[in-house]
Nanobody, 121 residues
Framework: QVQLVESGGTLVQAGESLRLSCVAS????????MGWFRQAPGNEREFVAS????????YYGEFVKGRFTISRDNAKNTVYLQMNSLEPEDTAVYYC??????????????WGQGTQVTVSS
């Protein structure tokens, strides 16, 4: 089973940008679709974005509205989430996930430990 380690979460101000990274190990990352989810205190885990194994097809949660971009570098076994125009409502723990299919984003079964993103107003 693939192991996932996220990094890049920090405190930023509203309107700023941030890039999260997720490194996969213990398996061949190209076998897996990759995704990002988030969970704010008191809320359920929410889908953010996903990307297919090879072709790089992507899918986003409705709230993203063009602000976030998911990408992957299979040579580095790494998936990224570029987040622009951050809002306080984006404050959450962001989780990287691996699964069989990027769409629909319902079959992700390997998860990282999460990285905290805090956006101040």
């Amino acid at each position: 089973q693939v192991q996932l380690v996220e990094s890049g979460g920090t405190l930023v101000q509203a309107g700023e940008s941030l890039r999260l990274s997720c490194v996969a190990s213990g398996g061949i990352s190209t076998w897996y679709a990759m995704g990002w989810f988030r969970q704010a205190p008191g809320n359920e885990r929410e889908f953010v974005a996903s990307i297919s194994q090879e072709s790089g097809r992507t899918y986003y949660g409705e709230f993203v509205k063009g602000r976030f971009t998911i990408s992957r570098d299979n040579a580095k076994n790494t998936v990224y989430l570029q987040m622009n125009s951050l809002e306080p409502e984006d404050t959450a723990v962001y989780y990287c996930a691996a699964g069989a299919s990027y769409y629909p984003p319902a079959d992700f079964d390997s998860w990282g430990q999460g990285t905290q993103v805090t956006v101040s107003s």
